[in-house]
């Protein structure tokens, strides 16, 4: 009775090697793997950056509730008295769990390295803000990039501002003043520009300014909001000003 050879044995007993044609399939489809791969792992690498950026802005909004229990219930402005240095960074990077001043937690994962808070000194400037002494400080400037934005104005950059709190000076923002938390806006991703956020494209006297969330979550923007959930809403729907539900959103007394 004849015995069957085995693969393993079959093989051992090949006395050639590949032929061009084999390769060139094998080849083939290594190839065809690769492109049928590469999507699925680009779509699971954006996914898994999209939930870092939602812990993130739930580690800020975790800081920033810290702050404001030890400061009277008050939320934290987004800009000194002078209005030249940001400094809600600064006030609440103490009130979460971090590593180092720049914290983390500030960047999305999202965006390129521009974003990185580089912290440094040189400043000559006393400790203030949560600054530490001769800490160089985050100055406004069209050319200085932010992962993440505060909803400090509202809707648009008015006075009395409607948001979180514009500026030192300019009217504390209690946390019992926010009527609905769970559909107020308070951070969200920039779109690069600076370190605040809101609805609005236009002129401030002579300046143009545009705050708008980013979209860099697949047409997405993550939104914390003042209860400390955090949802991904499309750019287009958080920015439509015709429509009034939205609107309520980027202000605290609730209202369009």
Known sequence: MRRAFTLIE???????GFTLIELLVVISIIALLIAI????????????QAIQCSNNLKQIMLATYGYSI???SVFPVGLNNARD???????????ADAEGLEAEWFKCPSTDQTTVWDVSFGSGLPAQYGYQADEMRLLPSTDLKFSYGYNIWGRAPTTPARGMGAYEGGGDV???????PSEMIAFA???????STEAYSGFVGLERVSQYPGDI?????????ADGHVEAINKEDATDLTDTDNLKRWHRDNKP
């Open 70 to 72: 030890e400061n009277k």
């Open 174 to 180: 209690k946390v019992s003043q926010v009527v609905s």
């Open 37 to 48: 791969l590469l999507p699925a792992l680009g779509t699971a690498r954006r996914s898994a």
């Open 217 to 225: 979550h697949s047409g997405n923007a993550n939104f914390a909001f």
């Open 10 to 16: 079959l093989l051992a007993t090949r006395k050639r």
């Open 189 to 195: 991703d920039s779109s690069g520009w600076e370190f």
């Open 85 to 95: 240095t940001w400094i809600w960074p600064s006030l609440i990077r103490d009130f």
